[in-house]
């Protein structure tokens, strides 16, 4: 009980260490709040501009799970039949490696031109870099499934069907979740990544305006807030990774709150 507590409790007793650290290194070097802002002007400026941050949030939020939902939807599918079948994998996973090596940043403005600049840009930039993660977990999970295993399971008079169904897709749960984890931080990373390249709303828009105005607390609220969502979809799925995947659960483990 009391290891399982301070699991629990380590990262939040972390981060209020280095927001400490944070602080004090601040105040101790005397450093320009437009250079560094300390810790306290940063929290303070969440609450000076929260109504600008919550309705830039809401914004990235809603564009990020967009395009993180329709990542999981295309990336599930296509994970599955490029693990099953090696004609797809041979014709699908040289082009997707190629197009994954492209810097997405260099995307943005393609998809701007096509799509113009809003939510429609920032979801397809959160979709494009989640996508590949969700692809290549899910494809390793059915293509190492253990060839005796196959060969029992036929012996037993089970279907191909039968075995992707009840093998293959239980099994592949873990590599799934774990791509899931991924992939959500991942999405963010790209709508950010959208919304400061090609403008709009959302919290990488304001985080470029207050850059223009030298509002550098504002900046790191900005930062904040965005960790904070990222953690808390983090921790989501972390959560049903436990409950989906308690089976596969070694002891070393991680708590929502901490991965």
């Not at 399982?4 to 650290?21: F, N």
């Not at 940043?105 to 979709?127: D, E, K, N, Q, R």
């Not at 953690?231 to 972390?238: K, L, P, S, V």
């Amino acid at each position: 009980m009391r290891r399982l507590m301070y699991e629990r409790a380590s990262p939040w007793i972390v981060t209020v260490v280095l927001l400490i650290l944070w602080e004090a290194a601040v105040q101790i070097f005397n450093v320009s709040r437009i250079e560094l802002p300390s810790a306290i002007e940063s929290f303070y400026a969440i609450w000076e501009f929260r109504v600008a941050l919550w309705q830039n949030a809401l914004t990235t939020l809603i564009a990020t799970v967009i395009g993180f939902g329709i990542a999981v939807v295309f990336g599930v599918a296509m994970g599955i039949a490029i693990g099953l079948w090696r004609p797809v994998y041979a014709a699908l996973y040289p082009l997707m490696v190629a197009f994954n090596s492209i810097p997405k940043v260099a995307i943005v403005p393609i998809l701007m031109l096509w799509f113009g600049i809003g939510l429609t840009t920032s979801t397809l930039t959160a979709f494009i870099l989640c996508f590949f993660p969700i692809v290549v977990n899910m494809a390793v999970a059915l293509a190492t499934i253990e060839p005796e295993l196959k060969d029992v399971l036929r012996a037993l008079g089970a279907h191909e069907r039968d075995i992707v169904i009840k093998v293959g897709i239980p099994r592949s749960l873990p590599y799934l979740f774990a791509a899931l984890k991924i992939a959500i931080t991942l999405a963010f990373v790209g709508a950010v990544i959208a919304e400061t390249v090609a403008g709009g709303n959302g919290i990488g828009h304001l985080m470029l305006v207050a850059s223009s105005n030298f509002n550098t607390p504002l900046m790191f609220a900005g930062l904040i807030v965005i960790a904070a969502m990222a953690i808390g979809m983090y921790a989501i799925f972390a959560v049903m990774d436990k409950r989906f995947t308690g089976w596969a659960t070694r002891d070393i483990t991680f708590s929502a709150a901490g991965g």
